[in-house]
Structure formats: structure tokens, C-alpha cells
């Protein structure tokens, strides 16, 4: 089964500042999805970028971008030029695509405070 | 207006009590979720229906009970809960269950158990 970690329970950064949020995971399949969702007060889970295994080129999103390393099986999201709107539980979340019927496996979370 | 709308965004019952969470959705999918969200603990899939038929019952006890009478429309039915079923129960939804297709959730209905 394919577990999803994030090991920085809480994080924050300076308005404007950068700052990444790190996620590994653990799996034997070769083609997946990865996804990093944010979760504001509203507890609403937004899509805020994904990234295709078999793409080398990082996924981008404006403000977002993501360093895949998959031999490492590391997929970290940095936000750059952060908002007091960027403030929300971030979650990092795998999906086979071998595997059929395959579920979206989410990590912890991690909470991100944006300091004016 | 969100695309998933979920009604009670809260709701407290007792152990005895019978209750149901409705979610809707407006994006013309045809595949729907519900997962629950714990202190503490990742979002957990509970539920999945495809074109109105359940896919997917993810060891759920039977106290859970969903029902998806259209492709716009999913319930989730409560009855004899216990406190540790007090969290946040997300619907969701996309259009065909396809790895690939991205899942658009709702605000949540939280549920407290006493």
C-alpha cells in the first residue's frame, strides 16, 4: 500500500518570503499522480497543483511550483512571493494509475501561517 | 457559490439519533465521494459512486449508510454513532473516476457526536 508523508506538522513564513512544504511517499508502482491540495478556514480542499510520474518537467502554477525528485520519491511544493491568502492546511496526496478503482492516499498536513 | 455544496455545514446528534448529510453538486460529474477528515489523522475515503452505483465501500460500519439517487445527489445517512465518528465529512466529486480527473470537494459537514 502507498503511504504519504509529510514530516513538518506546522510552518510558517514572512509575507512575501518563499517557502517549502516537503512531502515524501512510499510506493512500487512506477505511474501515478501527485497532487498538493490546500485546505483554508473554510475547510473547502482546493486543487493547488499536480504532477504526472512518467513528466520530468515540474508542474508550475503561478506562485506554485513543485521540485519532483521521483528516485527519491520526494515531491516538495514551494510557494513563492506568499499571501496572507496562502495561510491553510496544505496536503500532499498520491494516485495510481495502475492500480484500477485507485483512491486518492492523503498525507497529514501541514499548516501553514503567513506572518504579515 | 462552490461547486460541491454539502448541507449541515454542522450538525450535533446523540448516540440514538437518525440524521443525513446532503451534498450537491453543480459541475455535471457523475462520480461522487465521501471521505471523513479526523483530528490529527489523513482524509479517509469512505465512499464512492460511479453513474449512481456504489464503487467502492472502503470498510465503512454499517451505521454509515450513503445513498446516491442522481449523478447531482449524495447522502449520507447516520444512525447509532459514536462519539468517535465526531469529525469532518467531505463530499466530493469529478467527472468519471479516472486517476487523472481532479476531485472537487465540498466545505464539509462537521459532525459531533454526544
Known amino acids: 500500500a502507498q503511504t504519504v508523508t509529510q514530516s513538518q506538522p506546522e510552518m510558517s513564513v514572512q509575507e512575501a518570503e518563499t517557502v517549502t512544504l516537503s512531502c515524501t511517499y512510499d510506493?512500487?508502482?512506477?505511474?501515478?499522480?501527485l497532487f498538493w491540495y490546500k485546505q483554508p478556514p473554510s475547510r473547502q480542499m482546493i486543487l493547488v497543483i499536480r504532477?504526472?510520474?512518467?513528466?520530468?518537467q515540474n508542474a508550475t502554477e503561478n506562485r506554485f511550483s513543485v521540485n519532483f525528485q521521483k528516485a527519491a520519491k520526494s515531491f516538495s511544493l514551494k510557494i513563492s512571493d506568499s499571501q496572507l491568502g496562502d495561510a491553510a492546511m496544505y496536503f500532499c496526496?498520491?494516485?495510481?494509475?495502475?492500480?484500477?478503482?485507485?483512491?486518492?492516499?492523503f498525507g497529514e498536513g501541514t499548516q501553514l501561517t503567513v506572518n504579515p | 457559490e462552490t461547486g460541491v455544496t454539502q448541507t449541515p455545514r454542522h450538525l450535533v446528534m446523540g448516540m440514538t439519533n437518525k440524521k443525513s448529510l446532503k451534498c450537491e453538486q453543480h459541475?455535471?460529474?457523475?462520480?461522487m465521494y465521501w471521505y471523513k477528515q479526523s483530528a490529527k489523522k489523513p482524509l479517509e475515503l469512505m465512499f464512492v459512486?460511479?453513474?449512481?452505483?456504489?464503487?467502492e465501500n472502503n470498510s465503512v460500519p454499517s451505521r454509515f449508510s450513503p445513498e446516491c439517487p442522481n449523478s447531482s445527489h449524495l447522502f449520507l445517512h447516520l444512525h447509532t454513532l459514536q462519539p468517535e465518528d465526531s469529525a469532518l465529512y467531505l463530499c466530493?466529486?469529478?467527472?468519471?473516476?479516472?486517476?487523472?480527473?481532479?476531485?472537487?470537494f465540498g466545505e464539509g459537514s462537521w459532525l459531533t457526536v454526544v
Open positions: 459512486y460511479s453513474l449512481e452505483e456504489r464503487v
Open positions: 504532477q504526472e510520474a512518467y513528466k520530468q
Open positions: 459541475l455535471g460529474h457523475n462520480a
Open positions: 466530493a466529486s469529478s467527472q468519471g473516476t479516472a486517476p487523472g480527473n481532479t476531485i472537487y
Open positions: 496526496a498520491y494516485r495510481s494509475r495502475e492500480t484500477s478503482g485507485s483512491r486518492l492516499t
Open positions: 510506493t512500487s508502482e512506477s505511474d501515478y499522480y
